[in-house]
């Protein structure tokens, strides 16, 4: 049907104030939204307007991990996203049939018309800052994202693995296609401290950070720093299981201080 003009997109604007990090990842399971709901609750807890869309359509896990239950409401035409811990989150597990654990089967363009909704039709006030949970891999979201918010900033997840970071660089090197600007690297489950003495055990093996951000430095010709390496600790998965981000209930264990200082740095 005819939709006539679309909306704009506020971050777009001339102007607009807010900083966007698309966060990406190679594969599932390296921690990104993980890394994305601890980023944003360091900076909502330091005084920024955060807020998240959560556009993995095959995770769409930030609400658990946020603890937001509630569905977002209508108000003329805009939709008011759920707050949880002072962040504004919008997912698209939020828009599927209330009864469904269906999986979400998304194509590309469909995909790209939620996200300019998520991005124009939601009400997101004056923001600091949006981070975009996007789905892991390459796909046509990358290139949405590229499309839709030019000036959004990418910022790569991935594990000490070679072949996680080999993954990791090919998401970051479409980044580089689109022009995108990659503002860094985030190993996460870089080790797990020894519960037993001060050794660190090196699960995932080393060095799949400094390798992706070697890379995509070498691919960009402009300097892609590793912002930082995330130990494994079990309570960064129970803090997501519970809804309560690891950098507020215990902000001081290396894992939190670890994406403070990245929160900060950025
Ligand atoms: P992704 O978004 O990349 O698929 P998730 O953030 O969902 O990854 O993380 C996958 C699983 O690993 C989750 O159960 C999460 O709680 C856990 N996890 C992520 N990072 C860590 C970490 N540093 N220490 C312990 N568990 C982690």
Redesign the pocket.
Known sequence: GNRGPEKEIPFNQPGSLTRVFAVA?G???????????NLAASMAASGLKVGIVDA?I??H?IPR?LGAAERPTKVEDMIMPPVAHDIKVISVGMFKPPEGNTPVVWRGPMLDRALHQFLADVYWGDLDVLLL?LP?GTGDIAISVAQRLPGAEILV?TTPQMAAAEVAERAGSIAAQTHQQIAGVIE???WLPCPHCDERISVFGEGGGQTVADALTRILGARVPLLGQ????????????EGKPLVLTDPDSP?AAELRSIAGAL
């Not at 594969?27 to 709901?37: I, P």
């Not at 995330?230 to 299981?241: T, W």
């Open positions: 990842s594969k599932g399971g390296v921690g990104k939204s993980s890394v994305t709901v993995d095959y995770g896990s991990m949970d892991p997840v996460n489950m870089s995330v130990p494994i600790d079990m309570r960064l998965r129970e803090g997501g299981d894992a």
